[in-house]
C-alpha cells in the first residue's frame, strides 16, 4: 500500500498516518516505524542517480523505483464488525526494494559481507548473491568477505570477492567464507571496519548476531561514519520475530522427512518399535511441527512451548502404551529445546552454562527420553520385546545446501538487502512481511521472538493428526 508523500516523507518516520477517505472501509490509522537512515546524523550526503536507470537489463519506469510512501503492514486481518476494535495504530514498515536516488557512488564502495553463528543452509547461497547484485546490479567492484565470523574482522585479513570466485557457491552447503560463535569485541570491529575503508557492511545471522548488529550499528552512529549496515536474519529454527520466516527454514523441514521417515522405517519394521527423532529448535518448535504436518507418520510431537509429562494419566507412556497395543508401532518427534524442565534436577547441573554466543546449552532431550522410556518398558511390560531407534540428524540438516525454493528467498533478501544500503538506509534487516519484502530497524528484529502459537490452527491441525494428549491439561 502507498501512504500520501507527506505521510511518508524523508527516509521514513515514527509517526501516524491518517486513513484514506476512500473506500467504504479504511484503516483508521498507520504508525509507520521509523527506519534509520545516513542523513539522520549526516544531512550533507549527496544523493546520485540510481545506476539502475542505465543497466541493459533493466527499463526503470515510474512503478520500477519504491517511493518512501510504499509501506507493508504488520498485520493484514481486521475485523470489519468492529466487534474487536484495533487496541493501537496498524504498524507499518518501509517496502524494500530500488530506490530513484542512492548515497553511493558505485566506484566508492567497498562493502564487506560476513556470516555468523551456526550453519543454516542457503548462506553460501546469499554470500554469492551479495556479491552478484552488487556487482551486476549497481557496478560495485571492491567487495570482501570477512572469514570466521565477528572475530574476523580484526583477527585476519579480509578475502576479494567477484562474482567469477562465488560461482557455485549455491551448490554447496555450509559457509565458505567460515563463521563462528562469540568473538565479539565491539571496539575492535567497528575500528576495523573504519581502518579497512568499508561503508556498507553486510550481517548474515540469528538473534544473537543481530544482537551485536545493533551495537555495531549505534557505534557507528556514535561515530558519525558513513558507514551502511545491512542485515539478512539466518536462523534453520525459525525462530526471529517479525518477518514470515528465515532462510533455510524449509530446506531443514524437507530434510527432516528423512530422518522421520527412517524413524518410521525402523519402528515399523520391529515389534512394540518407537522411531524417536530429535529436531532442531532450542526455543521454538517450528520445525518439528511442519514436518509433522508434512509427514503424517508421526503419532507424537514435542515442542518446547508445549509442556509434557510421562507418567500417570494423559502422560506420553500412557499415550504410547496405547499407541502401541492399536498399531504396533509409533513415531515420536521431539524438539531440542523441549522437556527441559522434566529432565531431573540431579542431571542438570550444567544447565546454566551457555555457549560462545551467550544460547543456554541444553541436555539432550533424545538420550534422556529413549533411556526413559527403555525404563518404563522394562517396569512394565518385562516379558515383551521393545525397541527404541533413535535418530539426531541436526547436524546432517543444517549443513546441506537451500533447495529451490530457499535460494530463490536468499536472493531475494540479498538484493533487497543491497538497495536498501545503496539507498543510505542502515541499522535494518530485510525480509517478508505478509509475503511483500520490508525494511525492519534492527533494533526491533533483535527483541522479537517467533514462539509457535500453541493456540492456533497449526498446532490444533497437529494434534487433531497425532491424536496426543494435551498435556497442558494436566
Known amino acids: 500500500m502507498a501512504l500520501s508523500p507527506n505521510d511518508a516523507a524523508g527516509a521514513g518516520g515514527d509517526r501516524h498516518v491518517p486513513a484514506a477517505e476512500e ?9 509507520l516505524q521509523r527506519l534509520p537512515h545516513l542523513t539522520d546524523y549526516l544531512p550533507d550526503l549527496q544523493t546520485h542517480p540510481n545506476p539502475l536507470d542505465s543497466n541493459p537489463f533493466f527499463h526503470p519506469i515510474s512503478e520500477f523505483y519504491i517511493t518512501a ?50 550453519l543454516c543452509p542457503g548462506m553460501n547461497t546469499v554470500i554469492r548473491e551479495l556479491v552478484v547484485g552488487l556487482w551486476g546490479l549497481y557496478g560495485v567492484r571492491e567487495i ?32 565458505v567464507l567460515e563463521t563462528s560463535r562469540g568473538g565479539f569485541d565491539l571496539d ?7 581502518n579497512r575503508g568499508f561503508n556498507q557492511v553486510y550481517i548474515i545471522g540469528g538473534d544473537g548476531t543481530m544482537r551485536g548488529m545493533v551495537e555495531i550499528f549505534n557505534e557507528i552512529k556514535r561515530r558519525k561514519l558513513n558507514i551502511a549496515v545491512a542485515g539478512i536474519p539466518k536462523t534453520v529454527d525459525n525462530d526471529v520475530g517479525i518477518i514470515d520466516k528465515s532462510f533455510g527454514f524449509q530446506t531443514a523441514v524437507e530434510m527432516a522427512q ?34 509433522t504436518l508434512s509427514s503424517r507418520d508421526v503419532d507424537c510431537c514435542l515442542i518446547p512451548e508445549n509442556d509434557f509429562y510421562l507418567e500417570g494419566k494423559g502422560g506420553l507412556f500412557e499415550f504410547l502404551d496405547k499407541r502401541l497395543k492399536d498399531n504396533g508401532h509409533a513415531v515420536v518427534v521431539v524438539a531440542e529445546g523441549a522437556g527441559q524442565d522434566v529432565i ?49 540428524p541436526t547436524y546432517m540438516i543444517r549443513a546441506v545446501p537451500a533447495n529451490a525454493t530457499d535460494n530463490l528467498y536468499c536472493t531475494l533478501l540479498a538484493h533487497s538487502a543491497i538497495h536498501g544500503a545503496m539507498a543510505g538506509y542502515t541499522g535494518f534487516v530485510c525480509g517478508p512481511i505478509n ?25 490444533a491441525w497437529v494434534r487433531s493428526i497425532t491424536n496426543q494428549p494435551d498435556f497442558g491439561s494436566h
Not at 23 to 31: D, L, Y
Not at 344 to 356: F, L
Open 23 to 31: 473506500g467504504h472501509r479504511a484503516i483508521p490509522n498507520i504508525k
Open 69 to 118: 510512501s510504499d509501506v507493508i503492514l504488520r498485520h493484514i486481518l481486521h475485523d470489519l464488525s468492529e466487534s474487536f476494535p484495533s487496541p493501537g495504530p496498524h504498524l507499518a514498515y518501509n517496502r524494500a526494494g530500488p530506490r530513484k536516488q542512492v548515497y553511493f557512488k558505485p566506484g566508492h564502495v567497498r562493502a564487506a559481507i560476513v556470516t555468523c553463528g551456526g
Open 144 to 175: 570482501f568477505g570477512v572469514r570466521a565470523g565477528y572475530r574476523g574482522f580484526y583477527s585476519g585479513e579480509p578475502v576479494e570477492l567477484n562474482p567469477k570466485l562465488v560461482h557455485g557457491w549455491q551448490k554447496n552447503g555450509g559457509t
Open 188 to 194: 575492535k570491529i567497528v575500528n576495523a571496519i573504519e
Open 258 to 291: 528423512q530422518a522421520i521417515n527412517a524413524a518410521h522405517t525402523e519402528a515399523e519394521s520391529a515389534v512394540n518399535g518407537i522411531g524417536l527423532v530429535k529436531l532442531m529448535g532450542r526455543s521454538t518448535g517450528h520445525i518439528a511441527l511442519h514436518a
Open 344 to 392: 531431573p534436577k540431579c542431571d542438570q547441573s550444567h544447565v546454566a552454562e551457555k555457549d560462545e554466543s551467550g544460547n543456554p546449552v541444553f541436555l539432550d532431550v533424545g538420550g534422556w527420553l529413549k533411556s526413559e522410556l527403555k525404563k518404563w518398558w522394562n517396569r512394565d511390560h518385562p516379558k515383551e520385546l521393545f525397541t527404541v531407534k533413535y535418530i539426531d
Open 435 to 459: 509475503g511483500n519484502y520490508a525494511y525492519i530497524p534492527v533494533e526491533e528484529v533483535a527483541r522479537a521472538k517467533n514462539p509457535v502459537n500453541t493456540r492456533d490452527h497449526k498446532w
